[in-house]
């Protein structure tokens, strides 16, 4: 059974810092590509940055320089650290793992960030 649980969101005045985990269990961390995804209220859900199983990264155009993916494979946790937070990075951050062909979700984390 595929889980993915994530943590480490809260409220941040802009320009402070936010680490996210995703704890996963019921995958081989290291052979799964992840990614985080983010959901504003009244819009669509978005990629925010992926990792592959390589380790080679990704990032949508409005955090690159921000926000930095990672894994531990030995920890079966992947991490999106993000610094110099804006307003418009609030949202609930989701975990993503494509695990056999399957799509699997976290519960989501809520990040909220105050001008």
């Known amino acids: 059974q595929v889980q993915l649980v994530e943590s480490g969101g809260g409220l941040v005045q802009a320009g402070g810092s936010l680490r996210l985990s995703c704890d996963a269990s019921?995958?081989?961390?290291?052979?799964?590509?992840m990614a985080w995804y983010r959901q504003a209220p009244g819009k669509q859900r978005e990629l925010v940055a992926r990792i592959s199983s390589s380790g080679s990264t990704n990032y949508t155009d409005s955090v690159k320089g921000r926000f930095t993916i990672s894994r531990d494979n030995a920890k079966k946790t992947v991490y999106l650290q993000m610094n110099s937070l804006k307003p418009e990075d609030t949202a609930v951050y989701y975990c993503?793992?494509?695990?056999?062909?399957?799509?699997?979700w976290g519960q989501g984390t809520q990040v909220t960030v105050s001008s």
């Open positions: 019921g995958i081989i961390l290291s052979i799964t590509p």
């Open positions: 993503h793992a494509v695990w056999w062909s399957n799509d699997y």
